[in-house]
């Protein structure tokens, strides 16, 4: 099963349906994959693990939100102003 985990991800190509986000709209999709994306990693980190399956969420994101978002998110981050509860 991991083997078709690791072809999905390197098969990707945008991101698929979630139905957690059904409208047109996808900002709120993009803004969860970036959350689930941080807290994935550093969950992982925590526990000394490999965060490759997080690569998942970043894909997702990456796809989804414009670059100028995620580089604010980013900074906001390094800055320790993000509102996301990571």
């Known amino acids: 099963m991991a083997d078709?985990?690791?072809t999905k991800i390197q098969?990707?190509?945008t991101a698929p349906f979630d139905a957690r986000f059904p409208n047109t709209n996808q900002t709120r999709n993009c803004y969860q994959n970036y959350l689930d994306?941080?807290?994935c990693t550093k969950a992982l980190?925590?526990?000394d693990q490999d965060v490759a399956p997080c690569d998942?969420?970043?894909r997702v994101y990456k796809s989804l939100c414009p670059t100028?978002?995620?580089g604010k998110w980013d900074?906001?981050?390094e800055g320790g102003s993000f509102a996301g509860k990571i």
């Open 4 to 6: 078709t985990v690791e």
């Open 11 to 13: 098969n990707y190509r």
């Open 37 to 39: 994306f941080h807290r």
């Open 45 to 47: 980190s925590a526990k």
């Open 56 to 58: 998942w969420y970043q």
């Open 68 to 70: 100028s978002w995620v």
């Open 75 to 77: 900074d906001q981050i």
